[in-house]
Protein backbone atom coordinates (compact mmCIF):
# COMPACT_ATOMS: atom_id res chain seq x y z
CA UNK A 1 0.00 0.00 0.00
CA UNK A 2 1.42 3.15 -0.61
CA UNK A 3 0.65 5.22 2.30
CA UNK A 4 2.66 1.91 4.57
CA UNK A 5 5.35 2.46 1.73
CA UNK A 6 5.58 5.86 2.51
CA UNK A 7 6.34 5.54 6.26
CA UNK A 8 8.24 3.00 6.13
CA UNK A 9 10.71 5.01 3.44
CA UNK A 10 10.30 8.01 5.41
CA UNK A 11 11.56 6.31 8.85
CA UNK A 12 14.78 5.09 6.85
CA UNK A 13 15.76 8.94 5.86
CA UNK A 14 16.13 11.88 7.48
CA UNK A 15 13.51 15.23 7.18
CA UNK A 16 16.44 17.15 5.39
CA UNK A 17 16.97 15.12 2.82
CA UNK A 18 13.08 13.92 1.87
CA UNK A 19 12.44 17.93 1.66
CA UNK A 20 16.03 18.59 -0.34
CA UNK A 21 16.41 15.20 -2.67
CA UNK A 22 12.98 14.08 -3.72
CA UNK A 23 12.72 15.34 -7.22
CA UNK A 24 9.27 15.04 -9.01
CA UNK A 25 7.89 11.98 -9.86
CA UNK A 26 9.43 9.58 -7.23
CA UNK A 27 6.49 9.67 -4.73
CA UNK A 28 2.78 9.12 -5.37
CA UNK A 29 1.38 11.07 -8.15
CA UNK A 30 -2.06 12.02 -8.32
CA UNK A 31 -4.16 9.28 -9.94
CA UNK A 32 -6.40 9.23 -13.00
CA UNK A 33 -9.45 8.59 -10.60
CA UNK A 34 -9.19 11.55 -8.22
CA UNK A 35 -11.73 12.47 -6.02
CA UNK A 36 -14.63 12.65 -8.47
CA UNK A 37 -14.59 9.13 -9.09
CA UNK A 38 -13.92 7.85 -5.85
CA UNK A 39 -16.75 5.28 -4.82
CA UNK A 40 -19.35 7.26 -2.36
CA UNK A 41 -22.37 6.31 -0.74
CA UNK A 42 -23.96 9.70 -1.99
CA UNK A 43 -23.74 12.48 -4.19
CA UNK A 44 -20.94 14.44 -2.08
CA UNK A 45 -17.78 13.87 -3.40
CA UNK A 46 -15.82 16.19 -1.33
CA UNK A 47 -16.20 17.27 2.20
CA UNK A 48 -14.69 20.35 3.75
CA UNK A 49 -14.92 20.40 7.55
CA UNK A 50 -14.56 23.84 8.87
CA UNK A 51 -13.29 23.43 12.72
CA UNK A 52 -13.31 26.52 14.56
CA UNK A 53 -13.25 27.56 18.22
CA UNK A 54 -14.83 27.30 21.40
CA UNK A 55 -18.48 28.68 21.03
CA UNK A 56 -21.94 27.11 22.68
CA UNK A 57 -25.03 26.89 20.69
CA UNK A 58 -26.58 29.70 22.68
CA UNK A 59 -23.79 32.08 22.62
CA UNK A 60 -24.58 31.96 18.67
CA UNK A 61 -27.85 31.28 18.51
CA UNK A 62 -29.58 32.15 21.51
CA UNK A 63 -32.61 34.01 20.01
CA UNK A 64 -32.34 32.42 16.47
CA UNK A 65 -34.22 33.57 14.06
CA UNK A 66 -35.28 36.84 15.96
CA UNK A 67 -32.08 39.89 16.06
CA UNK A 68 -32.09 43.13 18.39
CA UNK A 69 -31.00 45.04 14.61
CA UNK A 70 -30.90 48.24 16.06
CA UNK A 71 -29.36 51.31 13.87
CA UNK A 72 -26.01 51.00 12.41
CA UNK A 73 -25.78 46.99 12.74
CA UNK A 74 -26.09 45.03 9.77
CA UNK A 75 -30.34 43.57 9.96
CA UNK A 76 -31.04 39.90 9.69
CA UNK A 77 -34.76 39.25 8.69
CA UNK A 78 -35.96 36.03 8.92
CA UNK A 79 -37.61 34.47 5.82
CA UNK A 80 -40.84 33.39 6.36
CA UNK A 81 -40.95 29.60 7.08
CA UNK A 82 -38.03 29.56 9.59
CA UNK A 83 -38.44 26.53 11.78
CA UNK A 84 -38.31 27.44 15.47
CA UNK A 85 -35.35 26.07 17.17
CA UNK A 86 -33.92 25.34 20.93
CA UNK A 87 -33.02 28.24 21.70
CA UNK A 88 -33.60 31.08 25.27
CA UNK A 89 -36.61 32.54 23.49
CA UNK A 90 -38.37 28.65 23.49
CA UNK A 91 -37.74 28.08 26.69
CA UNK A 92 -38.40 31.45 28.25
CA UNK A 93 -35.00 31.64 30.14
CA UNK A 94 -33.97 34.64 28.76
CA UNK A 95 -35.87 36.83 30.77
CA UNK A 96 -36.31 34.03 33.78
CA UNK A 97 -32.84 32.30 34.13
CA UNK A 98 -31.32 30.09 37.37
CA UNK A 99 -28.09 31.49 36.95
CA UNK A 100 -26.35 34.47 38.35
CA UNK A 101 -26.45 36.78 35.91
CA UNK A 102 -29.13 36.89 33.16
CA UNK A 103 -28.43 35.70 29.90
CA UNK A 104 -27.95 39.76 27.93
CA UNK A 105 -26.97 40.49 24.39
CA UNK A 106 -23.13 41.21 23.68
CA UNK A 107 -23.31 44.40 20.75
CA UNK A 108 -21.54 43.95 17.33
CA UNK A 109 -19.39 46.89 19.19
CA UNK A 110 -17.73 44.13 21.80
CA UNK A 111 -16.87 41.25 19.50
CA UNK A 112 -13.37 41.14 21.70
CA UNK A 113 -14.21 38.94 25.01
CA UNK A 114 -12.21 36.92 27.52
CA UNK A 115 -11.63 33.74 27.57
CA UNK A 116 -13.95 31.48 29.42
CA UNK A 117 -12.98 28.33 31.48
CA UNK A 118 -13.61 25.34 29.78
CA UNK A 119 -11.66 22.44 31.14
CA UNK A 120 -13.33 19.01 31.57
CA UNK A 121 -14.66 19.10 35.64
CA UNK A 122 -15.70 23.03 35.09
CA UNK A 123 -17.97 22.12 32.72
CA UNK A 124 -19.33 19.45 34.33
CA UNK A 125 -19.60 21.72 37.50
CA UNK A 126 -21.59 24.15 35.39
CA UNK A 127 -24.63 21.66 34.40
CA UNK A 128 -24.69 20.89 37.91
CA UNK A 129 -26.62 17.83 37.91
CA UNK A 130 -28.69 19.26 34.74
CA UNK A 131 -29.76 22.33 36.50
CA UNK A 132 -27.83 24.42 34.47
CA UNK A 133 -27.49 27.02 36.58
CA UNK A 134 -23.95 26.66 37.82
CA UNK A 135 -22.05 28.95 34.73
CA UNK A 136 -20.95 31.97 36.49
CA UNK A 137 -19.76 30.57 39.56
CA UNK A 138 -17.99 27.36 37.57
CA UNK A 139 -16.56 28.85 34.06
CA UNK A 140 -16.57 32.38 33.93
CA UNK A 141 -13.79 34.46 34.02
CA UNK A 142 -13.02 37.36 36.57
CA UNK A 143 -12.14 40.87 35.24
CA UNK A 144 -9.90 41.25 32.87
CA UNK A 145 -6.48 43.15 33.20
CA UNK A 146 -5.40 45.79 30.63
CA UNK A 147 -2.65 43.80 27.97
CA UNK A 148 -0.10 45.17 25.89
CA UNK A 149 -2.03 43.67 22.54
CA UNK A 150 -5.16 46.06 24.13
CA UNK A 151 -5.60 49.47 22.03
CA UNK A 152 -4.53 51.98 24.57
CA UNK A 153 -7.45 53.21 27.61
CA UNK A 154 -7.62 56.86 28.74
CA UNK A 155 -5.79 56.69 32.12
CA UNK A 156 -4.34 53.29 32.32
CA UNK A 157 -1.58 50.63 32.19
CA UNK A 158 -0.39 48.29 31.37
CA UNK A 159 -1.52 45.12 33.81
CA UNK A 160 -4.07 47.41 35.60
CA UNK A 161 -7.68 46.58 36.17
CA UNK A 162 -10.54 46.95 33.31
CA UNK A 163 -12.44 49.59 35.13
CA UNK A 164 -16.58 49.24 35.41
CA UNK A 165 -17.88 50.69 32.13
CA UNK A 166 -14.55 50.21 30.04
CA UNK A 167 -16.53 47.98 27.28
CA UNK A 168 -14.28 47.54 24.50
CA UNK A 169 -11.31 45.10 24.60
CA UNK A 170 -12.04 42.25 26.89
CA UNK A 171 -15.59 43.14 27.77
CA UNK A 172 -15.74 41.61 31.05
CA UNK A 173 -15.52 44.55 33.75
CA UNK A 174 -19.10 44.95 34.02
CA UNK A 175 -20.27 42.05 34.45
CA UNK A 176 -17.39 39.72 35.93
CA UNK A 177 -17.86 36.39 35.91
CA UNK A 178 -21.36 36.95 34.14
CA UNK A 179 -20.02 37.16 30.79
CA UNK A 180 -20.24 33.96 30.32
CA UNK A 181 -23.97 34.60 30.00
CA UNK A 182 -23.30 36.47 27.17
CA UNK A 183 -24.61 36.10 23.81
CA UNK A 184 -24.76 37.36 20.07
CA UNK A 185 -27.20 37.49 17.53
CA UNK A 186 -27.70 37.95 14.38
CA UNK A 187 -26.26 41.25 13.85
CA UNK A 188 -22.85 40.23 14.65
CA UNK A 189 -22.78 36.44 13.60
CA UNK A 190 -25.17 37.68 11.11
CA UNK A 191 -23.25 34.92 7.82
CA UNK A 192 -23.59 32.11 10.33
CA UNK A 193 -27.43 33.63 10.89
CA UNK A 194 -27.92 33.66 6.84
CA UNK A 195 -26.21 30.06 6.30
CA UNK A 196 -28.86 28.46 8.85
CA UNK A 197 -31.12 30.14 6.43
CA UNK A 198 -30.09 29.02 3.52
CA UNK A 199 -28.74 25.56 4.05
CA UNK A 200 -29.23 22.97 7.19
CA UNK A 201 -28.41 23.39 11.01
CA UNK A 202 -28.75 20.81 14.18
CA UNK A 203 -29.75 22.65 17.79
CA UNK A 204 -29.03 18.97 19.13
CA UNK A 205 -25.40 18.33 18.33
CA UNK A 206 -22.79 18.35 21.45
CA UNK A 207 -19.26 17.47 21.97
CA UNK A 208 -18.43 14.07 22.03
CA UNK A 209 -16.79 14.18 25.62
CA UNK A 210 -16.50 17.49 27.87
CA UNK A 211 -13.08 19.21 27.41
CA UNK A 212 -10.70 21.89 26.19
CA UNK A 213 -9.41 21.88 22.57
CA UNK A 214 -7.10 19.27 22.43
CA UNK A 215 -10.19 16.68 23.63
CA UNK A 216 -12.60 18.32 20.95
CA UNK A 217 -10.24 17.87 17.95
CA UNK A 218 -9.18 14.31 18.56
CA UNK A 219 -13.01 13.76 19.10
CA UNK A 220 -12.55 15.15 15.57
CA UNK A 221 -10.75 12.57 13.84
CA UNK A 222 -10.68 9.61 16.25
CA UNK A 223 -14.27 9.16 18.33
CA UNK A 224 -11.40 8.64 21.11
CA UNK A 225 -9.67 10.44 23.70
CA UNK A 226 -8.88 7.33 25.80
CA UNK A 227 -5.43 6.00 23.95
CA UNK A 228 -3.36 9.08 25.30
CA UNK A 229 0.09 8.73 27.24
CA UNK A 230 2.16 11.52 28.75
CA UNK A 231 5.54 12.34 27.58
CA UNK A 232 7.51 12.04 30.59
CA UNK A 233 9.60 15.18 29.79
CA UNK A 234 8.65 18.46 28.67
CA UNK A 235 10.27 20.54 25.42
CA UNK A 236 12.50 22.09 28.21
CA UNK A 237 13.92 19.27 29.73
CA UNK A 238 11.63 19.77 32.90
CA UNK A 239 8.96 16.85 34.18
CA UNK A 240 5.63 16.76 33.03
CA UNK A 241 2.58 16.56 34.88
CA UNK A 242 -0.62 14.30 33.69
CA UNK A 243 -2.86 16.42 36.69
CA UNK A 244 -5.80 18.27 34.53
CA UNK A 245 -4.76 16.28 31.13
CA UNK A 246 -4.89 12.89 32.14
CA UNK A 247 -8.34 11.28 33.74
CA UNK A 248 -7.14 10.23 37.12
CA UNK A 249 -3.84 12.33 37.52
CA UNK A 250 -2.71 8.82 35.34
CA UNK A 251 0.04 8.70 32.92
CA UNK A 252 -1.47 7.00 30.19
CA UNK A 253 -5.46 6.50 29.70
CA UNK A 254 -8.68 9.33 28.82
CA UNK A 255 -7.19 13.14 27.70
CA UNK A 256 -9.20 15.48 29.14
CA UNK A 257 -7.04 18.86 28.94
CA UNK A 258 -5.04 20.57 26.92
CA UNK A 259 -1.82 18.98 26.20
CA UNK A 260 0.36 19.33 23.24
CA UNK A 261 1.27 16.95 20.32
CA UNK A 262 4.38 15.26 20.74
CA UNK A 263 5.16 14.68 17.36
CA UNK A 264 5.16 19.09 16.38
CA UNK A 265 8.38 20.77 16.26
CA UNK A 266 6.44 23.56 16.93
CA UNK A 267 5.88 23.26 20.17
CA UNK A 268 9.56 22.29 21.23
CA UNK A 269 10.89 25.67 19.34
CA UNK A 270 8.27 28.08 20.82
CA UNK A 271 9.49 29.72 23.67
CA UNK A 272 6.21 29.97 25.12
CA UNK A 273 5.50 26.12 24.62
CA UNK A 274 8.51 24.67 26.18
CA UNK A 275 7.06 24.92 30.01
CA UNK A 276 3.80 22.52 28.44
CA UNK A 277 3.20 18.95 28.97
CA UNK A 278 3.07 16.95 25.90
CA UNK A 279 0.88 13.33 24.90
CA UNK A 280 0.70 10.88 22.02
CA UNK A 281 -2.00 9.37 20.49
CA UNK A 282 -1.89 5.76 19.99
CA UNK A 283 -4.94 3.85 17.71
CA UNK A 284 -6.36 4.45 14.27
CA UNK A 285 -7.66 7.78 12.91
CA UNK A 286 -9.40 9.33 10.10
CA UNK A 287 -6.02 9.47 8.26
CA UNK A 288 -5.64 5.69 8.55
CA UNK A 289 -9.07 4.74 7.28
CA UNK A 290 -8.72 7.15 4.28
CA UNK A 291 -4.62 6.05 3.62
CA UNK A 292 -6.04 2.50 3.19
CA UNK A 293 -8.10 3.21 0.11
CA UNK A 294 -6.10 5.79 -1.24
CA UNK A 295 -8.65 8.43 -1.06
CA UNK A 296 -7.20 12.10 -1.16
CA UNK A 297 -7.63 13.99 2.55
CA UNK A 298 -5.50 16.34 4.60
CA UNK A 299 -5.64 18.86 7.75
CA UNK A 300 -5.11 22.75 6.30
CA UNK A 301 -3.66 24.84 9.31
CA UNK A 302 -3.40 28.41 9.58
CA UNK A 303 0.48 28.70 10.38
CA UNK A 304 1.81 25.56 9.80
CA UNK A 305 4.25 26.34 6.98
CA UNK A 306 7.38 26.96 8.90
CA UNK A 307 9.07 30.35 8.81
CA UNK A 308 12.76 29.27 8.85
CA UNK A 309 12.27 27.41 5.64
CA UNK A 310 14.28 24.01 5.12
CA UNK A 311 16.13 24.14 8.46
CA UNK A 312 15.19 22.13 11.20
CA UNK A 313 13.78 21.74 13.75
CA UNK A 314 10.78 23.87 11.83
CA UNK A 315 9.05 27.27 13.41
CA UNK A 316 6.13 28.42 12.99
CA UNK A 317 6.52 32.04 13.68
CA UNK A 318 4.03 33.95 11.48
CA UNK A 319 1.69 35.98 13.22
CA UNK A 320 -1.52 38.09 12.17
CA UNK A 321 -3.20 41.25 14.04
CA UNK A 322 -6.97 40.89 14.58
CA UNK A 323 -9.63 43.12 16.84
CA UNK A 324 -8.05 41.36 19.96
CA UNK A 325 -4.82 42.56 18.96
CA UNK A 326 -1.63 40.37 18.13
CA UNK A 327 -2.70 37.00 19.00
CA UNK A 328 -1.18 36.81 22.23
CA UNK A 329 -3.12 35.83 25.21
CA UNK A 330 -3.29 34.36 29.27
CA UNK A 331 -4.93 30.91 29.01
CA UNK A 332 -7.07 29.78 32.40
CA UNK A 333 -3.74 27.54 32.47
CA UNK A 334 -1.61 30.42 32.14
CA UNK A 335 -0.15 28.92 29.20
CA UNK A 336 0.39 32.01 26.43
CA UNK A 337 -0.62 31.13 22.54
CA UNK A 338 1.55 33.22 20.53
CA UNK A 339 1.11 33.79 16.42
CA UNK A 340 -0.94 31.68 13.80
CA UNK A 341 -0.60 28.76 14.47
CA UNK A 342 -1.38 26.10 17.84
CA UNK A 343 -0.41 22.54 17.72
CA UNK A 344 -2.59 21.40 20.22
CA UNK A 345 -5.57 22.12 17.48
CA UNK A 346 -4.36 19.96 15.15
CA UNK A 347 -4.91 16.52 16.11
CA UNK A 348 -2.85 14.12 13.40
CA UNK A 349 0.04 16.00 15.34
CA UNK A 350 -1.00 13.81 17.98
CA UNK A 351 -0.31 10.17 16.14
CA UNK A 352 2.95 8.64 15.21
CA UNK A 353 1.14 7.83 11.58
CA UNK A 354 -0.10 10.81 10.75
CA UNK A 355 2.24 13.66 12.09
CA UNK A 356 4.37 15.94 10.18
CA UNK A 357 6.27 16.57 12.39
CA UNK A 358 8.99 18.48 10.90
CA UNK A 359 5.70 20.62 8.43
CA UNK A 360 7.37 19.48 5.77
CA UNK A 361 6.07 21.67 2.83
CA UNK A 362 4.43 19.40 -0.39
CA UNK A 363 6.93 18.92 -2.74
CA UNK A 364 4.48 19.17 -5.47
CA UNK A 365 0.90 21.18 -5.61
CA UNK A 366 -0.50 18.83 -7.73
CA UNK A 367 0.63 16.25 -5.04
CA UNK A 368 -1.54 18.01 -1.97
CA UNK A 369 -3.90 15.55 -0.91
CA UNK A 370 -2.15 12.39 -2.10
CA UNK A 371 0.84 10.51 -0.49
CA UNK A 372 3.75 12.99 -0.02
CA UNK A 373 6.49 14.34 2.41
CA UNK A 374 3.73 16.58 3.66
CA UNK A 375 1.88 13.46 4.97
CA UNK A 376 -1.33 14.68 4.55
CA UNK A 377 -0.83 17.85 7.18
CA UNK A 378 -0.60 21.79 5.67
CA UNK A 379 -0.52 24.98 5.83
CA UNK A 380 -4.09 26.57 5.17
CA UNK A 381 -2.16 28.16 2.29
CA UNK A 382 -2.02 24.89 0.57
CA UNK A 383 -5.72 24.02 0.85
CA UNK A 384 -6.35 27.28 -1.67
CA UNK A 385 -3.79 26.05 -3.92
CA UNK A 386 -5.44 22.77 -4.24
CA UNK A 387 -9.05 24.36 -4.67
CA UNK A 388 -7.40 26.52 -7.86
CA UNK A 389 -5.60 24.22 -9.04
CA UNK A 390 -8.56 21.60 -9.21
CA UNK A 391 -7.32 18.92 -7.09
CA UNK A 392 -9.54 19.71 -4.08
CA UNK A 393 -8.85 16.57 -1.55
CA UNK A 394 -11.52 14.07 -1.18
CA UNK A 395 -11.51 14.86 2.37
CA UNK A 396 -10.31 18.59 3.95
CA UNK A 397 -10.13 19.76 7.40
CA UNK A 398 -9.57 23.74 7.88
CA UNK A 399 -8.17 25.18 10.85
CA UNK A 400 -8.35 29.55 10.53
CA UNK A 401 -5.14 31.23 11.37
CA UNK A 402 -5.66 31.67 15.28
CA UNK A 403 -6.85 35.21 15.39
CA UNK A 404 -9.83 33.96 12.71
CA UNK A 405 -10.61 30.88 14.56
CA UNK A 406 -13.58 32.20 16.79
CA UNK A 407 -11.73 31.88 20.43
CA UNK A 408 -12.73 34.34 23.08
CA UNK A 409 -9.47 35.77 24.09
CA UNK A 410 -7.42 36.25 20.75
CA UNK A 411 -9.90 35.81 18.57
CA UNK A 412 -14.04 37.49 18.00
CA UNK A 413 -16.67 36.42 15.92
CA UNK A 414 -16.27 39.84 13.25
CA UNK A 415 -12.53 38.30 12.42
CA UNK A 416 -13.97 34.68 12.43
CA UNK A 417 -17.25 35.94 9.99
CA UNK A 418 -14.46 37.63 7.25
CA UNK A 419 -12.59 33.71 7.20
CA UNK A 420 -15.44 31.67 6.95
CA UNK A 421 -17.23 33.81 4.46
CA UNK A 422 -14.20 34.51 2.39
CA UNK A 423 -13.96 30.59 2.55
CA UNK A 424 -16.84 29.57 1.90
CA UNK A 425 -17.16 32.24 -1.40
CA UNK A 426 -14.33 30.40 -2.89
CA UNK A 427 -15.52 26.92 -2.41
CA UNK A 428 -18.86 28.10 -3.99
CA UNK A 429 -17.05 29.67 -6.81
CA UNK A 430 -15.13 26.67 -7.68
CA UNK A 431 -16.17 23.66 -10.00
CA UNK A 432 -16.11 21.43 -7.35
CA UNK A 433 -18.87 23.41 -5.46
CA UNK A 434 -21.77 20.94 -7.38
CA UNK A 435 -20.42 17.73 -5.28
CA UNK A 436 -19.44 19.30 -1.86
CA UNK A 437 -20.39 19.55 1.55
CA UNK A 438 -18.94 22.09 3.96
CA UNK A 439 -19.44 21.53 7.65
CA UNK A 440 -18.91 24.23 10.16
CA UNK A 441 -18.70 22.46 13.82
CA UNK A 442 -16.70 23.59 16.79
CA UNK A 443 -14.35 21.87 19.18
CA UNK A 444 -15.88 22.96 22.82
CA UNK A 445 -18.27 25.55 24.19
CA UNK A 446 -15.55 27.66 25.94
CA UNK A 447 -17.33 27.14 29.26
CA UNK A 448 -19.98 29.82 27.37
CA UNK A 449 -23.88 29.15 28.73
CA UNK A 450 -25.96 26.73 26.92
CA UNK A 451 -29.19 25.73 28.34
CA UNK A 452 -29.42 22.37 26.73
CA UNK A 453 -28.34 19.12 29.25
CA UNK A 454 -26.31 16.71 27.33
CA UNK A 455 -27.79 13.23 27.05
CA UNK A 456 -25.42 11.11 29.23
CA UNK A 457 -24.20 8.29 26.64
CA UNK A 458 -20.11 7.52 28.18
CA UNK A 459 -20.32 7.18 31.69
CA UNK A 460 -17.10 7.99 33.82
CA UNK A 461 -16.31 7.72 37.42
CA UNK A 462 -13.23 9.21 38.79
CA UNK A 463 -11.65 11.76 40.16
CA UNK A 464 -12.64 15.27 37.50
CA UNK A 465 -15.70 14.03 37.02
CA UNK A 466 -18.25 15.99 38.69
CA UNK A 467 -21.57 16.43 36.27
CA UNK A 468 -24.01 13.81 38.53
CA UNK A 469 -21.77 14.48 41.80
CA UNK A 470 -18.51 14.45 43.38
CA UNK A 471 -16.49 11.94 41.00
CA UNK A 472 -19.44 10.88 39.42
CA UNK A 473 -20.93 11.02 35.73
CA UNK A 474 -24.13 9.09 35.16
CA UNK A 475 -24.24 5.52 36.91
CA UNK A 476 -20.92 4.09 36.34
CA UNK A 477 -21.65 0.42 33.97
CA UNK A 478 -18.55 -2.15 34.43
CA UNK A 479 -17.06 -1.37 30.79
CA UNK A 480 -17.28 2.53 31.38
CA UNK A 481 -14.02 4.24 30.37
CA UNK A 482 -12.99 7.02 33.07
CA UNK A 483 -12.16 10.32 31.83
CA UNK A 484 -15.08 10.21 28.70
CA UNK A 485 -17.89 11.89 30.48
CA UNK A 486 -20.36 13.19 27.83
CA UNK A 487 -21.97 14.13 25.57
CA UNK A 488 -20.74 17.07 26.67
CA UNK A 489 -21.74 21.04 25.98
CA UNK A 490 -23.67 21.80 23.01
CA UNK A 491 -22.32 23.70 20.20
CA UNK A 492 -23.38 24.64 16.64
CA UNK A 493 -23.05 22.67 13.68
CA UNK A 494 -23.84 23.87 9.94
CA UNK A 495 -23.78 21.99 6.82
CA UNK A 496 -23.80 24.33 3.53
CA UNK A 497 -24.49 21.95 0.44
CA UNK A 498 -26.13 22.03 -2.63
CA UNK A 499 -27.99 19.42 -1.17
CA UNK A 500 -28.27 20.74 2.28
CA UNK A 501 -31.81 20.81 2.86
CA UNK A 502 -33.03 24.86 3.02
CA UNK A 503 -33.99 26.58 6.10
CA UNK A 504 -34.42 23.32 7.73
CA UNK A 505 -33.01 22.57 11.48
CA UNK A 506 -32.06 19.07 12.30
CA UNK A 507 -33.39 17.89 15.99
CA UNK A 508 -31.34 14.24 16.11
CA UNK A 509 -29.06 14.07 18.82
CA UNK A 510 -25.09 13.94 17.03
CA UNK A 511 -21.76 14.98 18.59
CA UNK A 512 -18.25 15.23 16.81
CA UNK A 513 -18.02 11.78 16.11
CA UNK A 514 -20.65 12.27 13.91
CA UNK A 515 -18.87 14.20 11.30
CA UNK A 516 -16.45 11.06 11.20
CA UNK A 517 -19.36 8.65 10.84
CA UNK A 518 -20.43 10.24 7.91
CA UNK A 519 -16.85 10.62 5.72
CA UNK A 520 -16.37 6.71 6.96
CA UNK A 521 -20.11 5.70 5.67
CA UNK A 522 -19.37 8.12 2.56
CA UNK A 523 -16.41 6.31 1.27
CA UNK A 524 -16.76 2.88 2.90
CA UNK A 525 -14.08 2.93 5.18
CA UNK A 526 -15.21 1.29 8.54
CA UNK A 527 -14.84 2.21 11.60
CA UNK A 528 -12.25 3.10 13.67
CA UNK A 529 -12.38 0.87 16.11
CA UNK A 530 -10.78 0.86 20.00
CA UNK A 531 -14.08 2.34 21.99
CA UNK A 532 -14.35 4.89 19.34
CA UNK A 533 -18.21 6.98 19.26
CA UNK A 534 -18.23 6.90 15.94
CA UNK A 535 -20.23 3.25 16.10
CA UNK A 536 -22.79 5.14 17.82
CA UNK A 537 -22.79 8.54 17.01
CA UNK A 538 -26.27 10.46 15.71
CA UNK A 539 -26.57 10.58 11.73
CA UNK A 540 -25.92 14.00 9.64
CA UNK A 541 -28.23 12.34 7.03
CA UNK A 542 -30.96 14.14 7.82
CA UNK A 543 -29.69 17.34 7.15
CA UNK A 544 -29.41 16.69 3.67
CA UNK A 545 -32.27 15.69 0.34
CA UNK A 546 -30.25 13.74 -2.07
CA UNK A 547 -33.19 13.61 -4.37
CA UNK A 548 -32.32 16.84 -5.85
CA UNK A 549 -31.28 17.08 -9.33
CA UNK A 550 -27.44 18.04 -10.57
CA UNK A 551 -29.24 21.57 -11.93
CA UNK A 552 -31.09 22.01 -8.54
CA UNK A 553 -27.93 21.04 -6.26
CA UNK A 554 -25.98 24.29 -7.61
CA UNK A 555 -27.50 27.06 -5.50
CA UNK A 556 -24.32 29.00 -3.54
CA UNK A 557 -25.24 31.70 -1.26
CA UNK A 558 -22.56 34.63 -1.44
CA UNK A 559 -22.40 36.52 1.64
CA UNK A 560 -20.39 40.03 2.45
CA UNK A 561 -17.00 38.89 4.16
CA UNK A 562 -17.11 42.26 6.68
CA UNK A 563 -21.07 41.96 7.02
CA UNK A 564 -22.60 38.61 6.75
CA UNK A 565 -25.14 40.09 4.35
CA UNK A 566 -26.48 38.77 1.04
CA UNK A 567 -24.70 39.62 -1.78
CA UNK A 568 -26.24 36.91 -3.93
CA UNK A 569 -28.06 33.74 -4.23
CA UNK A 570 -27.95 31.42 -6.98
Known sequence: MIAKYFRMFASAVTAVSLTLAVPGGVWAQPKSSGPANFKTETPIKHVVVIFQENISFDHYFAT???????????????????????????????????????????????PV????????????????????????????????????????????????????????????????????MGYYDGNTVTAL??????????????????????????????????????????????????????????????????????????????????????????????????????????????????????TLPAVCGSAHTGLAGNGLVAEPDNVTTVGDYIPHHEPFEFYSDTTNQHHLRPSSPSLIGYDDVANHQYDLTDFFTALTNGNLPAVSYLKANAYQDGHAGYSDPLDEQTFLVSTINQIMASPDWATTAIIIAYDDSDGWYDHQMDPVINQSSVADDALTGPGACGTTPLDAIPGRCGYGPRQPLLVISPYAKANYVDHVITDQSSILAFIEYNWELGSVGGASNDVKAGSLLGMFDFSKTPDAASRALLLNESTGEVVKLN
Open 64 to 110: YPNAANPPGEPAFHALAGTPTVNNLLSGGLIDSNPNSTQPFRLDRTQ
Open 113 to 180: TCDQNHNYAPEQTAFDKGLMDGFPAATGTGNGTVSATTPPITGQTVGSPLLPGQSGYCFDAEKGKGLV
Open 193 to 310: WNYAQHYAMSDNSFSTTFGPSSVGAINLISGNTFEATMVPTKPNGAASSPSGLIAGDATSGALIGDARPAFDDCVNTNPQLQTTNQAQMTGNNVGNLLGNKDITWGWFAGGFAPTNGT
